[in-house]
């Protein structure tokens, strides 16, 4: 019912900054929780961020203090603000949103999450 797609992502060098963007279109709504994550070869899928519907929000420890999410609610836009890039935020970073209203803040918790795009790759060099 709702479908997601990233945009933003490229090949940046360490201590660089991207802007990561997934639009969302069909069956919006900003009561759900939204979350960025990311998946490297042979790695398991990792949340990265999350934001719920009051804009709390929730970081893996590994890009806290570096990487900011946000929502544009007007315009069905969720944001991933990277910055001080390291190579290993190399991966293929996906949006998502969960399969119920979020009422008890944000996820990253994979299994929480319904729909997904079809991620947007980042290569940070060193």
């Known amino acids: 019912q709702v479908q997601l797609r990233e945009s933003g992502g490229g090949s940046v060098q360490a201590g660089g900054s991207l802007r990561l963007s997934c639009a969302a279109s069909?069956?919006?709504?900003?009561?759900?929780?939204m979350g960025w994550f990311r998946q490297a070869p042979g790695k398991e899928r990792e949340g990265v961020a999350a934001?719920?519907?009051?804009?709390?929000?929730k970081y893996a420890d590994s890009v806290y203090g570096r990487f900011t999410i946000s929502r544009d609610n007007a315009k069905n836009t969720l944001y991933l603000q990277m910055n001080n890039l390291k190579f290993e935020d190399t991966a293929l970073y996906y949006c998502?949103?969960?399969?119920?209203?979020?009422?008890?803040?944000?996820?990253?918790?994979?299994?929480?999450?319904?729909?997904w795009g079809q991620g947007t790759q980042v290569t940070v060099s060193s």
């Open positions: 998502a949103r969960t399969k119920r209203f979020s009422v008890h803040g944000p996820s990253l918790a994979s299994s929480w999450y319904e729909s």
């Open positions: 069909g069956a919006t709504s900003s009561r759900f929780c």
């Open positions: 934001i719920d519907s009051a804009d709390g929000t």
